[in-house]
């Protein structure tokens, strides 16, 4: 069984930074794709970016390009989300996800286990 677990998260004023990490158990993490999703109140979790098995290849959402870098360490089993330039736009809960596979897909149904989440609120 796979535990993926999220934390980082905060309250920020906007023009501010967070990193979120999100540790993985298991011995096969450095197998698979990992990704960030974000669900605001009231909205549909949306993708916001994604790391292949090896952090070559990564995808981001157009909303967070340019401020975001995802990125992983696949001797901690960790994996990365650095905002910067944060927005009250941003503000939701964040939740880490292993996709089945390496490649680092935009769909939520490709990813198979998921963390609880962690808040993220940015203040104007």
């Not at 905060?10 to 023009?15: E, R, S």
């Not at 340019?66 to 994996?79: E, H, L, M, P």
Request: aromatic letters at 12%.
């Amino acid at each position: 069984q796979v535990q993926l677990v999220e934390s980082g998260g905060g309250l920020v004023q906007a023009g501010g930074s967070l990193r979120l990490s999100c540790a993985a158990s298991g011995r096969t993490f450095s197998s698979y794709a990992m990704g960030w999703f974000r669900q605001a109140p009231g909205k549909e979790r949306e993708f916001v970016a994604a790391v292949s098995w090896s952090g070559t290849n990564r995808n981001y959402a157009d909303s967070v390009k340019g401020r975001f870098t995802i990125s992983r360490d696949n001797a901690k089993n960790t994996v990365y989300l650095q905002m910067n330039s944060l927005k009250p736009e941003d503000t939701a809960v964040y939740y880490c996800a292993r996709k089945s596979g390496g490649w680092p897909d935009t769909h939520a149904g490709e990813y198979d286990y998921w963390g609880q989440g962690t808040q993220v609120t940015v203040s104007s």
